[in-house]
C-alpha cells in the first residue's frame, strides 16, 4: 500500500491548528490532578462508578446505585452519558485511571474544537482566516479557562468541543453526499445530544437554524440533506432523550429551578462592561481564583472586524456569512438583563440557570466572525507580503491575550476513587449522589433518608451492599443476600410467617421483583420511597433486578431503526466521491505562522509559565488582587486582609457591591458567618449583606494557606438621607448569637467588627 498518497491528502494545516492548542491543553498535560471544588470532582466520582457497573455487566445502566448513601437513584437515565463513555474508553483501552480519563477527555474535546474550527472556516474562506478562527475559538476565556477549569463542566465542554465538528461535517455534507460526510455528520450532531442535556438544545437549534438558513439562500436540494442528517441523529439518540421526557414525572427535577439563588437565572445575567472588559491574572494565593465572564478583547475585536466586512458588502459568502452575525447578537442579547422577559416566557429556559452559559456557543460563533473578517483584510492588502504579516499578528493576538488564563491553580493529587469516599463525602453534606439540589431522585421519595451505617457496612468492608433493612425483619425470619451484578440482586428467605421485606432501596420504573420466578407487586416505604416487597411465609428467592420499561424499550427501538436507515442510506450514498479539493502547498504565511505560534508558545511553556510570570501569588496576609489592604485580627482566627469596593459615594437607592478578603489563621471549629453593616452616625443600621458561607464555602472547610473572596451587596434605602455612613464588617455565629471578637496588635478585644470606609450619601437627582 502506498502511504504516501494519503498522506498528501491531508491539509498539512491541521498541524498548525495542532500547535495552536498546545497551550491551551497544556494545563491538562503538566498538572498532576484535578481540582476537587469544582464540577470535575463530581465527573470523575460518576465516571468511577460508570465504570464499576459496566465491570460488572451492566453495559448501559441507568441507575447509580451506589450513590446517595447507597441508596442509589437514576442520575445516568437523566444526564447525557457520551463523555462518560468516552473517559471509560479511555480506561480500558489506555489503562489509565478515572481522574487521567477524565483529564483525556477534556483534552479531546479541546481538539475537537480547534480542528473542527478549522476545517469549517477553511473550506469557506481559506486557510489563514481557519488559522484565526482556530485561535480565536480556542483562547476564548470561557472555552480556555472558565468551562473546563473553573468549573470542570466536563459533559459541557465536551458538546462545546464537539459543536465546530458537526458544523463542519454537515457544512461538507451540503456540498457534496458522500457516505463518509453523511455518517460522521449524523454521528457528530447525535454525539452533541448525547453529550450535554441543555447544550444539546441551544446546539442543535443552532445547527438546525444554520441548515434552514442556507435552504432559503441556496434553495432547498443542497439543505436537505444535512436536514435529514439532523433528524437521524435525533433518532439516533433517542435512546437517551426520549425516557428523559417519557419518565420526567418520575424524578424530581423542580429543584434544577431556583428562585433568588445560585440556581436563579435572574442573578447570572451578565452586564456589556463585564463582557468587554480584559482578561485578569489568576492569583494562586486565591482559594477559588478571581475571573470575568468576558467573551475576550481580541474575540470582540476581530469578530467585529466580521461584522463590518459583512455590513460594508465586503464579506465573502456574504448570505452565509450574515447568519453568524445575526447568531452572535442573539446571543450576547440573551445573556444580557433586558432579555429576561424571554427567559420567564419561554419555559425551558430556565433550566439553563446561567445566562452566561451562552458564551460557550458565542465563543464559536464570534470565531467564524473572525475568520470571516480575517478573509475581507487580507484580501484588500496590497502585497502578499503583507498578508503573510497580518495572519501572523491575527492568529498570535487571541493566544497573547488569553496567556492570563493559561496557568490554572495547580492542586494536588485526587487520590484514589472508591465508593467509601464518595460515602463519607455524602455524609458531610458537601452534596448527595453528585449533585447538589436533590435533582433527579425519584419522586416517590418525601424525605431522604439519613446514611445508615449498619447498611453502609459494605462501604468500609469493600463488599457488596446489604440492602435488606434487617431491624425490621420478623423473628422467624432468615433472609440470605447476593448480589449477581450491580444491578440484580437475590434473596434466599426462610418466614413462618407472611411478612414485609423492606430494602434499603429507592423504588423507580425499571426494579423489576420476581419471588420464585413470578412477577409480583411491590409496595412502596414511606416517607423514604424504599422498595417493600410482600413474602408469604416458606421457603423462597426473591429476586430484584433493575431493567427495561416501557419508555425505554420504545427509545431503543427508534434508536436502533434510525441507526439502520443511517447506515442505509450511507450504503445509497457510498458510489459518490467528492471532489477533492487541491491542498495548497505550503506557503510562506502557513511558515510565518508556525514560527510566530511555536515561538509563542515555547515562550509560554518554557519560560513565562516556569518563572511564575502569567499568575499572581498572594501568601501570607496580603492579597494581590485587592484594591485596599487592611488587617484586621479576629479572635486570632480570621484576618481579614484586603477589600474592594463599587462606591465610596452613591445616592439614595444605589446597589453597591464589596468583596472582602478573608484567611484563616488556623483550621476553624466553627462555621462563621459574615456580615456588613451600613450605619448612620448614631449607629442605626440602614442597609446589610449577610453570608451564611462566606465566600461559598463553610468556615470550617477554610484552608490556611489561601485566602477567601467573600462578595457582598447591598442596596441603599431610596429614602435615606444624604450623609456620611460607616461600612462595618464582621463575624458571628447565627446558631448562638455571639461575634467574634476584633483584636488590637496586642492581642486585645476592641470592638466586634471593623471599619471598612465611609460611604457619602449624596441626593444628585
Not at 370 to 375: F, K, L
Request: hydrophobic share 50%; aromatic share 14%; charged share 15%.
Amino acid at each position: 500500500m502506498n502511504w504516501k498518497r494519503p498522506l498528501k491528502q491531508i491539509d498539512p494545516g491541521f498541524g498548525i491548528t495542532l500547535l495552536i492548542t498546545l497551550i491551551a491543553v497544556w494545563a491538562f498535560l503538566s498538572n498532576p490532578s484535578l481540582p476537587q471544588e469544582t464540577d470535575a470532582e463530581l465527573h470523575i466520582f460518576r465516571l468511577a462508578e460508570l465504570s464499576r457497573l459496566v465491570h460488572g455487566g451492566e453495559f448501559y445502566p441507568r441507575w447509580a446505585s451506589n450513590f446517595y448513601y447507597g441508596f442509589g437513584y437514576p442520575i445516568f437515565n437523566y444526564y447525557a452519558p457520551l463523555s462518560y463513555y468516552t473517559g471509560l474508553l479511555f480506561e480500558f483501552l489506555l489503562g489509565v485511571s478515572v481522574v487521567t480519563a477524565v483529564k483525556l477527555t477534556f483534552i479531546l474535546a479541546i481538539l475537537s474544537g480547534g480542528i473542527g474550527m478549522y476545517g469549517f472556516v477553511r473550506d469557506n474562506w481559506g486557510r489563514p482566516a481557519g488559522y484565526v478562527a482556530t485561535a480565536v475559538y480556542l483562547y476564548a476565556p470561557y472555552i480556555h479557562y472558565i468551562d473546563p477549569h473553573a468549573r470542570g463542566v466536563l459533559p459541557e465542554s465536551f458538546a462545546l468541543g464537539l459543536f465546530p465538528m458537526a458544523l463542519w461535517m454537515l457544512d461538507r455534507l451540503r456540498r457534496k453526499a458522500t457516505a463518509r460526510r453523511w455518517l460522521t455528520a449524523v454521528f457528530f450532531t447525535a454525539a452533541i445530544i448525547l453529550s450535554h442535556n441543555l447544550m444539546a438544545l441551544l446546539l442543535f437549534a443552532i445547527l438546525l437554524a444554520w441548515t434552514i438558513w442556507q435552504a432559503a439562500n441556496d434553495g432547498w436540494k443542497p439543505a436537505r440533506t444535512p436536514i435529514a442528517a439532523l433528524f437521524f441523529a435525533v433518532g439516533l439518540s433517542a435512546f437517551f432523550w426520549l425516557p428523559i421526557g417519557l419518565e420526567r414525572n418520575a424524578v424530581n427535577l423542580n429543584t434544577l429551578i431556583g428562585a433568588g439563588d445560585n440556581y436563579d437565572f435572574h442573578t447570572h445575567f451578565l452586564s456589556i462592561y463585564e463582557m468587554l472588559r480584559p482578561t485578569i491574572f489568576l492569583d494562586w494565593g486565591d482559594v477559588q481564583p478571581l475571573f470575568h465572564f468576558n467573551v475576550g478583547v481580541a474575540q470582540w475585536v476581530l469578530s467585529g472586524m466580521g461584522v463590518a466586512a459583512i455590513l460594508i458588502r465586503r464579506a465573502k459568502e456574504a448570505a452565509h456569512a450574515a447568519f453568524f452575525a445575526i447568531a452572535a447578537a442573539v446571543l450576547l442579547l440573551m445573556m444580557l438583563p433586558v432579555s429576561a422577559f424571554l427567559w420567564e416566557s419561554i419555559p425551558v429556559l430556565p433550566f439553563f440557570q446561567f445566562p452566561w452559559r451562552l458564551l460557550g456557543a458565542t465563543a464559536v460563533i464570534l470565531a467564524i466572525l473572525a475568520g470571516i473578517g480575517t478573509e475581507a483584510i487580507l484580501r484588500t492588502l496590497p502585497s502578499s507580503r503583507a498578508a503573510m504579516g497580518a495572519t501572523a499578528v491575527l492568529v498570535a493576538l487571541p493566544l497573547i491575550l488569553g496567556l492570563p488564563l493559561s496557568q490554572p491553580l495547580p492542586h494536588p493529587k485526587f487520590g484514589d476513587v472508591f465508593p467509601l469516599r464518595v460515602f463519607l463525602i455524602e455524609r458531610k453534606g458537601r452534596w448527595l449522589g453528585t449533585t447538589s439540589t436533590a435533582d433527579y431522585v425519584p419522586a416517590t421519595v418525601d424525605n431522604i433518608p439519613r446514611a445508615n451505617d449498619d447498611f453502609a457496612r459494605g462501604f468500609y468492608d469493600n463488599t457488596p451492599l446489604d440492602r435488606v433493612n434487617r431491624p425490621s425483619l420478623p423473628a422467624d425470619a432468615a433472609v440470605t443476600s447476593h448480589e449477581l451484578s450491580p444491578l440484580h440482586f437475590q434473596y434466599q428467605i426462610e418466614a413462618e410467617t407472611p411478612f414485609l421485606l423492606r430494602l434499603f432501596l429507592f423504588d423507580f420504573p425499571g426494579w423489576h421483583v420476581q419471588i420464585d420466578g413470578d412477577i409480583v407487586e411491590t409496595e412502596l416505604g414511606l416517607p423514604e420511597g424504599f422498595i417493600v416487597v410482600p413474602v408469604p411465609s416458606g421457603t423462597h428467592l426473591v429476586d430484584v433486578r433493575f431493567g427495561s420499561t416501557p419508555a425505554r424499550d420504545l427509545a431503543w427501538a427508534i434508536s436502533g431503526f434510525s441507526l439502520l436507515l443511517t447506515l442505509l442510506f450511507g450504503w445509497k450514498c457510498r458510489g459518490s466521491r467528492a471532489e477533492r479539493a487541491k491542498q495548497k502547498k505550503w506557503g510562506g504565511t502557513d511558515w510565518i505562522v508556525l514560527a510566530v505560534i511555536g515561538g509563542i508558545t515555547a515562550v509560554t511553556l518554557l519560560i513565562l509559565q516556569p518563572i511564575g510570570a502569567l499568575h499572581y501569588q498572594s501568601t501570607g496576609d496580603i492579597a494581590e488582587p485587592a484594591e485596599n489592604s487592611i488587617a484586621a485580627d479576629f479572635g486570632e482566627q480570621i484576618h481579614i486582609i484586603g477589600y474592594d469596593t463599587s462606591a465610596a459615594t452613591a445616592q439614595p437607592g444605589d446597589t453597591i457591591k464589596v468583596t472582602l478578603y478573608d484567611k484563616a489563621e488556623r483550621p476553624l471549629t466553627f462555621d462563621y458567618q459574615s456580615f456588613i453593616h451600613v450605619l448612620a452616625a448614631d449607629g442605626t443600621l440602614v442597609a446589610q449583606s449577610d453570608h451564611l458561607n462566606p465566600g461559598s464555602f463553610p468556615t470550617r472547610r477554610w484552608p490556611t494557606d489561601k485566602y477567601i473572596r467573600d462578595e457582598h451587596q447591598f442596596t441603599l434605602p431610596p429614602s435615606l438621607p444624604v450623609g456620611t455612613y460607616t461600612v462595618k464588617t464582621g463575624f458571628w455565629v447565627q446558631s448562638d448569637g455571639w461575634r467574634l471578637p476584633l483584636f488590637d496588635e496586642s492581642g486585645q478585644q476592641i470592638d466586634d467588627g471593623t471599619v471598612l470606609f465611609q460611604l457619602t450619601v449624596k441626593n444628585e437627582r
